[in-house]
Each structure stands twice: as structure tokens, then as C-alpha cells.
């Protein structure tokens, strides 16, 4: 007998620790693409707060916080570990991030990628 039940279920594909409780894992979704009926999405946590869709992760020495570039944007955030904020570096897609380098003594992290490398100034939890 064949059921057509609904897929109701979140199902995590595989994921890997970024350290400091901070985590990434592929999720598969039902999708409403004509191409695929189920769709697979990167997503950063930290512990089990979902902080959405990402693309690059990198968490700092201390574990305090990890830059995250959101996947729908390109956009990069900070994320404070105790607090969960928030903090927006860029706001218009400066491409895609491959590697960090934090200074957290200066303050500076400096991102690279194809192309291009950058350094942000490390904000102050509010």
C-alpha cells in the first residue's frame, strides 16, 4: 500500500562543529521549485538557536562571537555567542567570503575571497 503523506519532518543531512557551540548543518525542506521537491540549505546554529540561512562561518579564538555571511544576502553579521546579537558589517554583497583571519587584541578581522580581501573592525556587544 502507498501512502501520500505530507513531509513533515526537518531532516538534518550532515553538519560540523565551528567550535564555541556554534555549528553549521545542511537541512533538507520541502521545496516549492518545480526542479526539485526537496531543497537542501546551509544554516549556522549556536546551540540550538537556528541563526538561519549562511553561507561562511568563522568563529573567534575566544569563542565570543563568529562572522557569518547570510546566504539569501551575501551580507556579513557578527554573532555574539551570550547574547545572540546581531552586529551588520556590509550591507550590499561584497562577494563570497573563503577565509578569515581574526586579530581579536586589534579589534580587525580580514576576510578574503575571490578577489578581494577586506578588514572590519570587531563591535563591541551591546
Known amino acids: 500500500m502507498r501512502h501520500n503523506w ?7 543531512l ?3 562543529s565551528a567550535g564555541a557551540g556554534f ?4 537541512i533538507s525542506k520541502p521545496s516549492a521549485s518545480s526542479f526539485e521537491s526537496i531543497g537542501h540549505f546551509q ?15 568563522s568563529v573567534a579564538s575566544s569563542g565570543k562571537l563568529a562572522l557569518i555571511q547570510d546566504a539569501p544576502t551575501g551580507n556579513l553579521y557578527f554573532v555574539y555567542a551570550e547574547s545572540n546579537e546581531k552586529l551588520w558589517v556590509t550591507d550590499t554583497f561584497i562577494g563570497l567570503v573563503e577565509s578569515a583571519l581574526w586579530n ?5 578581522i580580514r576576510v578574503k575571497g575571490n578577489g578581494f580581501e577586506k578588514s572590519f573592525n570587531i563591535p563591541q556587544s551591546s
Open 6 to 12: 505530507p513531509l513533515l519532518l526537518t531532516l538534518t
Open 14 to 16: 550532515s553538519g560540523c
Open 23 to 26: 555549528h553549521q548543518y545542511i
Open 43 to 57: 544554516h549556522c546554529f549556536y546551540d540550538e538557536l537556528d541563526l538561519g540561512q549562511c553561507g561562511f562561518m
Open 104 to 108: 581579536e587584541n586589534d579589534g580587525i
